[in-house]
């Protein structure tokens, strides 16, 4: 079936530096993507998501790429926080239905 | 900070129990959702209702069971707990924004079964 799928379980990077945090999605036909943080003992909190006739799209030190041709997603977190290291994962959804399809998580780790 | 809370946050029981895991929301979403989740895995969805009366099963098989009697609340129950029915859960509602849902999670509940 259609899956949503992550490239590293875990990232480890510098306090200040920048993060990226890899997704490779299945199916052509989702509408949007979203990004998920999960803190430890917490459940997923929404941080950005994209729609599928974006490439791009920024928020507050995150920025979101989708790359449709290669079926790619892309979440930067720009100088990174110790409050960052967290879980998180990419979805994807379609306007037809309510439910989201969730990849496997990437351990985000930042070291001070 | 989301509205929706979960009750107990840990678990632990004998096999063969009856449990039921509490979920509820005050921000009026009509949508609601359990997922289950293995620690750092992916989340799959369980159970789904569209509003009071409403429940669907989701992607994942469960042998658990919901209600939907009120819109604020979502129970899940177990019948009889097994050691395969060891993992966390995690309720959630939404609503739609900008056509595309926006789930707001609880804390979860783990749930350990001995």
């Known amino acids: 079936g259609e899956s949503v799928g992550l490239h590293l379980p875990t990232l480890s990077v510098q306090e200040g530096d920048n993060s990226i945090i890899n997704c490779a999605y299945s199916n052509s036909a989702s509408d949007y993507f979203i990004w998920y943080k999960q803190e430890s003992g917490k459940g997923p909190q929404f941080i950005i998501d994209?729609?599928?006739?974006?490439d791009k799209r920024q928020g507050q030190r995150v920025t979101v790429l989708l790359n449709k041709t290669v079926k790619h997603l892309s979440l930067q977190i720009a100088a990174t926080q110790p409050g960052d290291s967290a879980v998180y994962f990419c979805?994807?959804?379609?306007?037809?239905?309510?439910?989201?399809?969730f990849g496997s998580g990437t351990r985000l780790l930042v070291r001070p | 900070e989301a509205d929706i809370y979960q009750t107990p946050r840990y678990l632990v029981i004998g096999t063969g129990k009856k449990i039921t895991l509490e979920c509820s929301q005050t921000m009026g979403h009509d949508k609601m959702y359990w997922y289950q989740q293995d620690p750092g895995m992916e989340l799959h969805l369980i159970h789904y209702s569209y509003g009071v009366n409403s429940t669907e099963k989701g992607d994942l098989s469960s042998e658990s069971t919901v209600s939907r009697i009120r819109t604020e609340h979502f129970p899940l129950t177990l019948e009889s707990a097994r050691p395969s029915h060891t993992s966390q859960y995690l309720c959630?509602?939404?609503?739609?924004?900008?056509?595309?849902?926006?789930?707001?999670f609880g804390s979860g509940t783990q749930l350990s079964v001995l």
């Open positions: 994209i729609r599928s006739n974006m």
């Open positions: 979805a994807e959804g379609t306007d037809s239905s309510y439910k989201l399809i």
């Open positions: 959630a509602s939404s609503d739609t924004q900008g056509a595309r849902e926006k789930l707001f």
